[in-house]
């Protein structure tokens, strides 16, 4: 078999389980690719040597000699985990995610961790600490945050899946961006043990890959109740691949989200390939109903107040005492707190834990903290009954292609909305998928966003893989120069 950078996960297994290539021969290709090339994107924190990867690779499995990048806040045990964030730069982790464990379980080979915003707090990964991961498709743009230097890697070939975790859309919306497949699951789907910890009620780790098929194979190794966290849901493990026939169910309802096709600032581009999309289900046979949900008006305002408060709570326990960097002049030990997480933490993160201990502070908590709580029940009752009458939503996954790189620097309030698309599904606890679905006159990648009630992950693979055959989006790649 010819190797080349975007075999899919299904062709890799046909060709690995019939021998016509060892895991071997992939693990040297694919980090070839990387140590030649990631220079340019500078999607990885840290390329793992040959030697290592395959030591540390088990036997059979379903993903068997198929590598992997893992977003650079969960856990791989022995292995630096810093959030690209200074305060962590050289800590490395006592144990395993469940998902990491899952997939070695599982043979993958894991070759490298990926860049992000600082402790995943940011929209376009340029908070990072270390480096500004680039989009491949265009090098003077952003690949989207919190989890850009997955997508980015496999957007560019560098690996055929990747992990990132999703708060507010930190899978979604950067696999929208560099036209791949990303998959936030129901909350509690997956284990979030190992996970370095944002926002709590909302974190859940995702799956990046670059066709619908890859995804259903990759979450169904990671999938699960775990023991060590209590938040996940009793569903038993399934294969998520089994019913992608290129069909979708007979007689199904998709919910065109109108509302958010009528956003202030969204790109008449990004409408227009929805509207594609659109055309391309009821070729399908699916019967479209324009719905609203008012509630996604609010989602943003309501995500910002949470996700910095369970922000400035998880991030205390970093202070220098027990672990990461510490100012080593400091003379007091209140001294040795204030500087250490001064200097260690970079400027967006520092500004959303101030922001979330005001919105906890006594005399106004009930004005902020409450409010957004009660705007977070009704966000998650409106889906639920949105779901009564349709069987999937649609929506978009952005409101533009992605930006050039400094876009928003003069303008913080245009960056936070990034997650106006995204966030309410965080907050409702549904499942929801970015798939390609066009391209920009820029020749930058658009996708839009299939959403299903709890535990739906089964219908929403079958319905964006029933689309994804009908459509090239995923076939198409950038080419990196060298």
């Not at 045990?77 to 997939?103: E, F, H, P």
């Not at 930190?170 to 929208?176: D, E, F, L, M, T």
Request: hydrophobic fraction near 35%; charge should be negative; include cysteine.
């Amino acid at each position: 078999m010819n190797l080349h950078a975007f075999t899919s996960i299904k062709e890799l297994k046909t060709a690995l389980d019939q021998k016509n290539i060892t895991p071997e021969q992939v693990v040297s290709f694919y980090l070839n690719r990387l140590n030649e090339l990631d220079g340019e994107v500078e999607s990885t924190l840290e390329i793992f040597d040959k030697a290592s990867v395959l030591k540390e690779m088990q036997q059979g499995g379903a993903l068997y000699g198929i590598p992997g990048i893992i977003k650079n806040n969960i856990c791989i045990k022995d292995r630096r985990t810093t959030c690209a964030s200074r305060i962590l730069q050289n800590y490395s982790a006592t144990n395993d995610a469940t998902a990491i464990s899952r997939l070695k379980e599982a043979g993958a080979p894991i070759i490298a961790t990926a860049n992000l915003d600082e402790f995943a707090m940011g929209s376009s990964t340029e908070t990072s600490y270390f480096k500004k991961t680039k989009n491949p498709w265009d090098l003077s743009r952003v690949p989207g945050g919190s989890s850009g230097g997955s997508a980015a890697a496999v957007a560019a070939g560098f690996a055929p899946w990747a992990l990132g975790s999703d708060t507010g859309g930190s899978v979604r919306q950067p696999a929208a961006y560099c036209g791949i497949v990303g998959l936030k699951p129901t909350y509690g789907l997956v284990s979030r043990y190992g996970l370095v910890a944002y926002a709590s009620s909302l974190d859940q780790i995702g799956v990046m890959t670059r066709s619908v098929y890859d995804n259903a194979l990759v979450l169904s190794e990671i999938a699960g109740q775990d023991e060590r966290d209590s938040s996940t849901l009793p569903e038993p493990r399934k294969d998520y691949t089994k019913t992608l026939d290129g069909t979708i169910p007979k007689g199904l309802k998709i919910g065109v989200v109108d509302n958010t096709l009528n956003a202030q600032g969204i790109d008449p581009e990004v409408v227009a390939r929805i509207e594609d999309a659109i055309k391309e289900f009821e070729k399908l046979g699916a019967t479209i109903h324009r719905v609203k949900l008012p509630t996604v008006d609010y989602s943003a305002a309501a995500y910002f107040v949470l996700s910095r408060a369970e922000a400035a709570s998880n991030l205390a326990k970093f202070d220098g005492v027990r672990y990461g960097y510490r100012d080593k002049d400091a003379t007091t030990l209140n001294t040795m707190y204030d500087e250490t997480r001064r200097d260690g933490f970079g400027e967006e993160v520092k500004k959303r834990i101030m922001v979330g201990n005001y919105v906890l502070s006594s005399g106004h908590s009930g004005e902020f903290y409450q409010s957004a709580q009660q705007v977070k029940r009704a966000i998650r009752q409106e889906f639920i009954q949105a779901f009564e009458g349709v069987d999937v939503l649609l929506m978009p996954s952005q409101a533009e292609p992605a930006f050039k790189f400094g876009e928003y620097d003069l303008d913080p309030l245009k960056m936070d909305l990034q997650d106006y698309f995204t966030c309410p599904l965080n907050l409702a606890g549904v499942p929801g998928i970015s798939i390609p679905c066009g391209m920009s006159s820029s020749n930058m990648p658009i996708g839009m966003q299939l959403i299903g009630p709890h535990c739906s992950e089964e219908l929403l693979y079958r319905v964006g893989y029933a689309y994804e055959q009908k459509t090239p989006w995923h076939t198409m790649h950038p080419e990196l120069k060298k």
